[in-house]
Protein backbone atom coordinates (compact mmCIF):
# COMPACT_ATOMS: atom_id res chain seq x y z
CA UNK A 1 0.00 0.00 0.00
CA UNK A 2 1.77 3.01 -1.01
CA UNK A 3 1.80 6.17 2.01
CA UNK A 4 -0.41 9.07 1.77
CA UNK A 5 1.04 12.07 0.95
CA UNK A 6 -0.70 15.39 2.48
CA UNK A 7 -0.04 19.20 0.38
CA UNK A 8 -1.50 22.37 1.46
CA UNK A 9 -3.22 24.29 -1.28
CA UNK A 10 -0.49 26.94 -2.57
CA UNK A 11 -3.18 29.06 -4.02
CA UNK A 12 -4.56 29.07 0.14
CA UNK A 13 -1.13 29.21 1.98
CA UNK A 14 2.53 28.66 1.80
CA UNK A 15 3.60 25.60 3.24
CA UNK A 16 7.07 23.55 4.23
CA UNK A 17 7.86 19.58 3.60
CA UNK A 18 10.66 17.29 3.95
CA UNK A 19 10.98 15.70 0.89
CA UNK A 20 12.94 12.27 0.71
CA UNK A 21 13.83 9.49 -2.12
CA UNK A 22 15.57 6.63 -2.34
CA UNK A 23 17.51 4.81 -5.59
CA UNK A 24 16.12 1.16 -6.45
CA UNK A 25 17.34 -1.30 -4.65
CA UNK A 26 19.05 1.09 -2.08
CA UNK A 27 21.73 0.87 -4.08
CA UNK A 28 24.85 3.00 -3.42
CA UNK A 29 24.98 4.73 -6.40
CA UNK A 30 25.43 8.27 -5.72
CA UNK A 31 29.32 9.01 -5.32
CA UNK A 32 30.72 12.41 -4.47
CA UNK A 33 30.66 13.67 -8.60
CA UNK A 34 26.90 12.16 -8.71
CA UNK A 35 25.83 13.92 -5.41
CA UNK A 36 27.45 17.30 -6.83
CA UNK A 37 25.46 17.25 -9.84
CA UNK A 38 22.17 16.95 -7.41
CA UNK A 39 23.00 19.16 -5.71
CA UNK A 40 23.57 21.15 -8.37
CA UNK A 41 19.95 20.71 -10.00
CA UNK A 42 18.12 21.33 -6.45
CA UNK A 43 19.10 25.04 -6.17
CA UNK A 44 18.45 25.20 -9.79
CA UNK A 45 15.13 23.39 -9.97
CA UNK A 46 13.64 25.46 -6.73
CA UNK A 47 14.80 28.88 -8.58
CA UNK A 48 13.05 27.95 -11.36
CA UNK A 49 9.90 25.97 -9.53
CA UNK A 50 9.50 29.42 -7.22
CA UNK A 51 10.51 26.86 -4.35
CA UNK A 52 12.97 27.88 -0.93
CA UNK A 53 15.18 25.16 -0.15
CA UNK A 54 15.55 25.04 3.71
CA UNK A 55 18.27 22.55 3.45
CA UNK A 56 18.74 19.45 2.04
CA UNK A 57 21.31 16.39 2.72
CA UNK A 58 22.82 14.26 -0.32
CA UNK A 59 23.42 10.66 0.99
CA UNK A 60 24.93 7.47 -1.13
CA UNK A 61 21.53 5.96 -1.74
CA UNK A 62 18.56 8.47 -1.23
CA UNK A 63 18.26 12.81 -0.35
CA UNK A 64 16.40 14.50 1.66
CA UNK A 65 14.84 18.02 1.50
CA UNK A 66 13.41 20.84 3.25
CA UNK A 67 11.76 23.17 0.88
CA UNK A 68 9.33 26.03 1.66
CA UNK A 69 6.88 26.42 -0.86
CA UNK A 70 5.18 30.18 -1.06
CA UNK A 71 1.77 31.06 -1.65
CA UNK A 72 0.58 31.24 -5.62
CA UNK A 73 1.70 34.25 -7.13
CA UNK A 74 1.34 36.01 -10.35
CA UNK A 75 4.83 35.37 -12.83
CA UNK A 76 5.26 37.52 -15.24
CA UNK A 77 5.94 36.53 -18.95
CA UNK A 78 9.43 37.96 -18.53
CA UNK A 79 10.33 36.17 -15.22
CA UNK A 80 9.02 32.78 -16.89
CA UNK A 81 11.27 33.17 -19.76
CA UNK A 82 14.23 34.22 -16.95
CA UNK A 83 13.90 31.32 -15.50
CA UNK A 84 13.47 28.88 -17.86
CA UNK A 85 16.58 29.96 -19.68
CA UNK A 86 18.20 29.73 -16.61
CA UNK A 87 17.19 26.44 -15.98
CA UNK A 88 18.19 25.41 -19.75
CA UNK A 89 21.55 27.58 -20.64
CA UNK A 90 22.23 25.86 -23.46
CA UNK A 91 19.58 24.97 -26.07
CA UNK A 92 19.75 23.54 -29.31
CA UNK A 93 19.06 25.57 -32.02
CA UNK A 94 15.83 24.25 -32.88
CA UNK A 95 14.89 25.04 -29.35
CA UNK A 96 15.94 28.57 -29.29
CA UNK A 97 13.96 28.86 -32.40
CA UNK A 98 11.24 27.38 -30.88
CA UNK A 99 11.61 29.89 -27.53
CA UNK A 100 12.70 32.98 -29.63
CA UNK A 101 8.63 32.20 -31.52
CA UNK A 102 6.92 31.81 -28.06
CA UNK A 103 8.85 35.05 -27.17
CA UNK A 104 7.36 36.89 -30.46
CA UNK A 105 4.10 35.23 -29.42
CA UNK A 106 3.56 36.70 -26.43
CA UNK A 107 3.80 40.08 -27.44
CA UNK A 108 -0.06 39.58 -28.30
CA UNK A 109 -1.12 36.72 -26.31
CA UNK A 110 -1.47 33.95 -29.04
CA UNK A 111 -1.88 30.43 -28.64
CA UNK A 112 1.54 29.52 -28.72
CA UNK A 113 2.54 32.10 -25.69
CA UNK A 114 -0.63 30.78 -23.76
CA UNK A 115 -0.01 26.97 -24.34
CA UNK A 116 3.97 27.97 -23.22
CA UNK A 117 3.01 29.76 -20.21
CA UNK A 118 0.63 27.27 -19.03
CA UNK A 119 3.38 24.47 -19.33
CA UNK A 120 5.91 26.54 -17.10
CA UNK A 121 3.04 27.38 -14.64
CA UNK A 122 1.84 23.74 -13.86
CA UNK A 123 5.58 23.34 -12.85
CA UNK A 124 5.78 26.23 -10.13
CA UNK A 125 5.17 26.34 -6.26
CA UNK A 126 4.46 22.67 -6.45
CA UNK A 127 5.96 20.30 -4.43
CA UNK A 128 5.44 17.23 -6.59
CA UNK A 129 6.59 19.11 -9.45
CA UNK A 130 9.76 20.05 -7.79
CA UNK A 131 10.98 16.52 -6.73
CA UNK A 132 9.18 15.01 -10.23
CA UNK A 133 11.58 17.32 -12.32
CA UNK A 134 14.09 16.60 -10.12
CA UNK A 135 14.15 13.14 -10.02
CA UNK A 136 13.24 13.12 -14.20
CA UNK A 137 16.70 15.15 -14.72
CA UNK A 138 19.12 13.65 -12.39
CA UNK A 139 18.25 10.26 -14.00
CA UNK A 140 18.33 11.16 -17.51
CA UNK A 141 21.89 12.49 -16.33
CA UNK A 142 22.64 9.54 -14.63
CA UNK A 143 21.67 6.95 -17.14
CA UNK A 144 23.22 8.97 -19.58
CA UNK A 145 26.70 9.42 -18.11
CA UNK A 146 26.97 5.25 -16.86
CA UNK A 147 25.92 4.11 -19.91
CA UNK A 148 22.60 2.69 -18.41
CA UNK A 149 18.99 2.57 -18.77
CA UNK A 150 15.85 1.53 -16.56
CA UNK A 151 14.59 3.14 -13.23
CA UNK A 152 16.68 5.22 -10.82
CA UNK A 153 14.44 5.84 -8.06
CA UNK A 154 12.51 3.24 -5.98
CA UNK A 155 9.48 4.70 -5.91
CA UNK A 156 7.50 8.29 -5.91
CA UNK A 157 8.98 10.34 -3.31
CA UNK A 158 7.84 10.72 0.34
CA UNK A 159 6.77 14.11 1.81
CA UNK A 160 6.53 15.33 5.44
CA UNK A 161 4.34 18.72 5.67
CA UNK A 162 5.82 20.71 8.27
CA UNK A 163 4.86 23.56 10.92
CA UNK A 164 7.10 26.78 11.14
CA UNK A 165 8.29 27.21 13.84
CA UNK A 166 9.75 24.46 16.20
CA UNK A 167 9.16 21.69 13.69
CA UNK A 168 10.13 23.38 11.18
CA UNK A 169 13.92 24.10 13.19
CA UNK A 170 14.13 20.80 14.49
CA UNK A 171 13.25 18.52 11.29
CA UNK A 172 16.29 20.98 9.50
CA UNK A 173 18.44 19.66 11.87
CA UNK A 174 17.38 16.32 11.90
CA UNK A 175 18.22 16.93 8.29
CA UNK A 176 21.84 18.43 8.53
CA UNK A 177 23.01 15.59 10.93
CA UNK A 178 22.20 12.84 8.67
CA UNK A 179 25.96 12.44 7.18
CA UNK A 180 26.94 12.35 10.89
CA UNK A 181 24.37 9.47 11.94
CA UNK A 182 25.87 7.23 9.31
CA UNK A 183 29.40 7.80 10.56
CA UNK A 184 30.34 9.49 7.05
CA UNK A 185 31.55 12.46 9.12
CA UNK A 186 32.63 13.04 13.11
CA UNK A 187 31.04 16.60 12.83
CA UNK A 188 27.87 17.85 10.81
CA UNK A 189 29.90 21.09 9.80
CA UNK A 190 32.85 18.70 7.44
CA UNK A 191 29.72 17.64 5.67
CA UNK A 192 29.92 19.54 2.05
CA UNK A 193 26.59 17.72 0.79
CA UNK A 194 24.08 18.97 3.01
CA UNK A 195 22.42 22.51 3.91
CA UNK A 196 24.65 22.94 7.12
CA UNK A 197 27.71 22.16 5.68
CA UNK A 198 27.07 24.65 2.46
CA UNK A 199 25.99 27.34 4.87
CA UNK A 200 29.16 27.01 7.17
CA UNK A 201 31.28 27.31 3.65
CA UNK A 202 29.48 30.72 3.09
CA UNK A 203 27.14 29.69 0.27
CA UNK A 204 24.77 32.48 0.62
CA UNK A 205 21.66 30.62 -0.58
CA UNK A 206 22.14 28.38 2.13
CA UNK A 207 22.97 30.58 4.47
CA UNK A 208 19.05 32.54 3.71
CA UNK A 209 17.77 28.54 3.55
CA UNK A 210 18.55 28.12 7.11
CA UNK A 211 18.11 31.95 8.17
CA UNK A 212 14.53 30.62 8.24
CA UNK A 213 14.96 28.55 11.35
CA UNK A 214 17.94 30.14 12.77
CA UNK A 215 15.92 32.50 14.35
CA UNK A 216 17.33 34.74 17.28
CA UNK A 217 19.99 31.92 18.05
CA UNK A 218 21.66 32.35 15.11
CA UNK A 219 23.89 29.83 13.68
CA UNK A 220 25.48 28.87 16.88
CA UNK A 221 22.03 27.27 18.54
CA UNK A 222 21.31 26.07 15.39
CA UNK A 223 24.70 24.09 15.55
CA UNK A 224 24.31 23.00 18.96
CA UNK A 225 20.52 21.72 18.17
CA UNK A 226 22.08 19.97 15.60
CA UNK A 227 24.81 18.19 17.37
CA UNK A 228 22.19 17.81 20.10
CA UNK A 229 20.02 15.76 18.35
CA UNK A 230 23.10 13.31 17.41
CA UNK A 231 23.34 12.73 21.33
CA UNK A 232 20.88 10.45 20.85
CA UNK A 233 20.64 8.28 17.61
CA UNK A 234 18.41 5.40 17.00
CA UNK A 235 20.39 1.63 17.46
CA UNK A 236 23.07 1.09 14.48
CA UNK A 237 23.36 5.35 14.07
CA UNK A 238 26.52 7.05 15.18
CA UNK A 239 25.96 9.44 17.89
CA UNK A 240 27.66 12.91 18.75
CA UNK A 241 30.30 12.27 20.96
CA UNK A 242 30.51 13.56 24.48
CA UNK A 243 33.67 15.77 23.65
CA UNK A 244 31.90 16.84 20.82
CA UNK A 245 28.72 17.88 22.63
CA UNK A 246 30.34 19.32 25.37
CA UNK A 247 32.46 21.39 23.34
CA UNK A 248 29.65 22.97 21.50
CA UNK A 249 27.82 23.68 24.66
CA UNK A 250 30.89 25.32 25.85
CA UNK A 251 31.37 27.08 22.66
CA UNK A 252 28.28 29.60 23.34
CA UNK A 253 24.94 26.60 22.53
CA UNK A 254 21.69 27.86 24.20
CA UNK A 255 19.59 24.67 24.81
CA UNK A 256 19.99 22.67 27.80
CA UNK A 257 20.71 18.90 27.72
CA UNK A 258 16.91 17.91 28.34
CA UNK A 259 15.98 19.75 25.37
CA UNK A 260 18.45 18.45 22.63
CA UNK A 261 17.95 14.69 24.16
CA UNK A 262 14.19 14.54 23.35
CA UNK A 263 14.61 13.61 19.44
CA UNK A 264 12.19 10.39 18.39
CA UNK A 265 14.04 10.39 15.33
CA UNK A 266 11.77 8.02 14.10
CA UNK A 267 8.67 10.79 13.87
CA UNK A 268 10.95 12.84 11.17
CA UNK A 269 10.39 10.54 8.30
CA UNK A 270 7.63 8.42 9.48
CA UNK A 271 4.95 11.13 9.87
CA UNK A 272 3.24 13.17 7.45
CA UNK A 273 2.19 16.06 9.45
CA UNK A 274 4.52 17.50 11.95
CA UNK A 275 3.84 20.78 14.29
CA UNK A 276 1.61 21.91 17.04
CA UNK A 277 -1.66 19.55 18.43
CA UNK A 278 -3.54 22.67 16.80
CA UNK A 279 -1.94 22.25 13.75
CA UNK A 280 -2.04 18.89 12.93
CA UNK A 281 -5.44 18.29 13.90
CA UNK A 282 -6.35 21.51 11.83
CA UNK A 283 -4.59 20.43 8.48
CA UNK A 284 -5.30 17.14 8.49
CA UNK A 285 -9.31 17.54 9.36
CA UNK A 286 -9.30 19.96 6.55
CA UNK A 287 -6.99 17.88 3.90
CA UNK A 288 -9.64 15.30 4.86
CA UNK A 289 -13.02 16.86 4.37
CA UNK A 290 -11.92 18.23 1.28
CA UNK A 291 -12.06 14.65 -0.21
CA UNK A 292 -13.81 12.27 1.53
CA UNK A 293 -15.13 11.62 5.18
CA UNK A 294 -12.48 9.54 6.67
CA UNK A 295 -11.69 9.65 10.64
CA UNK A 296 -8.27 11.13 11.42
CA UNK A 297 -5.40 9.04 12.76
CA UNK A 298 -4.13 8.70 15.52
CA UNK A 299 -1.89 11.94 16.97
CA UNK A 300 1.12 11.29 18.69
CA UNK A 301 2.62 13.69 21.64
CA UNK A 302 6.13 14.60 21.24
CA UNK A 303 7.53 16.88 24.00
CA UNK A 304 5.06 19.36 22.67
CA UNK A 305 5.12 18.06 19.18
CA UNK A 306 2.46 16.31 17.38
CA UNK A 307 2.77 14.16 14.88
CA UNK A 308 0.28 12.32 12.52
CA UNK A 309 1.93 9.33 11.41
CA UNK A 310 -0.59 7.89 8.88
CA UNK A 311 -3.66 8.92 7.54
CA UNK A 312 -6.62 6.70 5.98
CA UNK A 313 -7.45 8.63 3.51
CA UNK A 314 -6.43 8.38 -0.15
CA UNK A 315 -4.12 11.66 -0.13
CA UNK A 316 -2.11 11.32 -3.01
CA UNK A 317 -0.16 14.26 -4.04
Avoid at 115 to 120: I, Y
Avoid at 183 to 203: L, S, T, W
Avoid at 252 to 262: D, H, I, Q, R
Amino acid sequence: MRRPRVKVDAEEEEAYYHCMSRTAGGEWLLGEREKEVLRVQIWKLAEYCGLEVVTYALMSNHYHVLVRVPQRREVTDKELLGRYRALHPKLKEVQELALKAVEADMARNGEVARAWREKQLRQMFDVSQFNKLLKMRFSIWYNKTHKRYGTLWSERFKSVLVQSGDALTKMAAYIDGNAMRANIVQDPKDYRFCGYGEAVAGHQKARRGLHQVVGGDGMEGYRCLVVGMLSEAREGKAQATPELFEEVLRSGGKLTLSEVLKCRIRYFTDGVILGSKEYVERTGSRIVSNRQAQPLAPITDWGGLHVLSRMRSNLWG
